[in-house]
T-cell receptor, first 114, second 113 residues
Framework: KAGVTQTPRYLIKTRGQQVTLSCSPISGHRSVSWYQQTPGQGLQFLFEYFSETQRNKGNFPGRFSGRQFSNSRSEMNVSTLELGDSALYLCASSLRAISTDTQYFGPGTRLTVL | AQKITQTQPGMFVQEKEAVTLDCTYD???????LFWYKQPSSGEMIFLIYQGSYDQQNATEGRYSLNFQKARKSANLVISASQLGDSAMYFC??????????FGSGTRLLVRP
């Protein structure tokens, strides 16, 4: 079974631009979560989607948004990029048969904001 | 509030020896899951092992075992027979009914030949 895929793997943007990251979950998984990883803040939860509904959101500004499609694929958008948005963005998918089902991660998208 | 604490920023272990990575957690939710992930320099988070809060026995997955002490709120990872490929960052994480993983700050493990 194919794992979680994320595109693009690397991205370079300038301040003020916007960016869209994509995540395709493991086949059959209906939950997709997004995390931001930075050297200073570590791994932080952004949001979780299940059956196209956002069920939880982390403490991030409104510039960070996401959505999930009917095929469970998810996109994350960051508008008006800031230097501090440079990070590794990780997507994870889960079956969610129970609330604490294992989350399986993709390879990540490394975003650099200049 | 939920919290995961990993007190070992870095550790060394000799190849073929066992090593224990420490993790303590805090939550008021009676139902939760504890996870360990490995992150090589490539960046991908690799799932290693899971322990549910109601599981009576410690979880094991090949060379990985989880020493779960519920009363002490600890969930230490034990890696037996270390290999050079085990050199990586290791993260302890917890999830309760909030649908989000809370991660610790990680432990960098270096396996010496």
């Amino acid at each position: 079974k194919a794992g979680v895929t994320q595109t693009p793997r690397y991205l370079i943007k300038t301040r003020g631009q916007q960016v869209t990251l994509s995540c395709s979950p493991i086949s059959g998984h209906r939950s997709v979560s997004w995390y931001q990883q930075t050297p200073g803040q570590g791994l932080q939860f952004l949001f979780e989607y299940f059956s196209e509904t956002q069920r939880n959101k982390g403490n991030f500004p409104g510039r960070f948004s996401g959505r999930q499609f009917s095929n469970s694929r998810s996109e994350m958008n960051v508008s008006t990029l800031e230097l501090g948005d440079s990070a590794l963005y990780l997507c994870a998918s889960s079956l969610r048969a129970i609330s604490t089902d294992t989350q399986y991660f993709g390879p990540g998208t490394r975003l650099t904001v200049l | 509030a939920q919290k995961i604490t990993q007190t070992q920023p870095g550790m060394f272990v000799q190849e073929k020896e066992a090593v224990t990575l420490d993790c303590t957690y805090d939550t008021s939710d009676p139902s939760y899951g504890l996870f360990w992930y490995k992150q090589p320099s490539s960046g991908e988070m690799i799932f290693l092992i899971y322990q549910g809060s109601y599981d009576q026995q410690n979880a094991t997955e090949g060379r990985y075992s989880l020493n779960f002490q519920k009363a002490r709120k600890s969930a230490n990872l034990v890696i037996s027979a270390s290999q050079l490929g085990d050199s990586a960052m290791y993260f302890c994480a917890m999830e309760d009914s909030s649908y989000k993983l809370i991660f610790g700050s990680g432990t960098r493990l270096l396996v010496r030949p």
